[in-house]
């Protein structure tokens, strides 16, 4: 069975880092590691930080400066650094990616299951 699984998040407190890690798992052909989105109470998920097949990279405005978004093709994961972290990144993270089970197959929309960023001020 093909997933997405996240680890990394916790509790921290204002001006702390933390490292969020997402890798696939399960048999796969291919994977296009899209980017980190996140979703706070009562709120949309959003956009947090992307990155292209050629390593080009962009984020929400509210994170630039702060969060670094890499991935690790070999290891099929995609990293997010996340330093000076605020009380408002408080959320959960969701990663996403597009898998392919076999050559000439479309690519799937995958998202893992989450993972609990809490900023104590």
């Known amino acids: 069975q093909v997933q997405l699984v996240e680890s990394g998040g916790g509790l921290v407190q204002t001006g702390g880092s933390l490292r969020l890690s997402c890798a696939a798992s399960?048999?796969?052909?291919?994977?296009?590691?899209r980017g980190w989105y996140r979703q706070a109470p009562g709120k949309e998920r959003e956009l947090v930080a992307r990155?292209?097949?050629?390593?080009?990279?962009d984020y929400a405005d509210s994170v630039k400066g702060r969060f670094a978004i890499s991935r690790d093709d070999a290891k099929k994961a995609v990293y997010l650094q996340m330093n000076s972290l605020k009380p408002e990144d408080t959320a959960v993270y969701y990663c996403?990616?597009?898998?392919?089970?076999?050559?000439?197959?479309?690519?799937?929309?995958?998202w893992g299951q989450g993972t609990q960023v809490t900023v104590s001020s």
């Open positions: 996403n990616a597009g898998i392919r089970y076999g050559p000439g197959t479309l690519e799937n929309d995958y």
């Open positions: 399960g048999r796969i052909f291919s994977i296009n590691v």
């Open positions: 990155i292209t097949r050629g390593g080009g990279t």
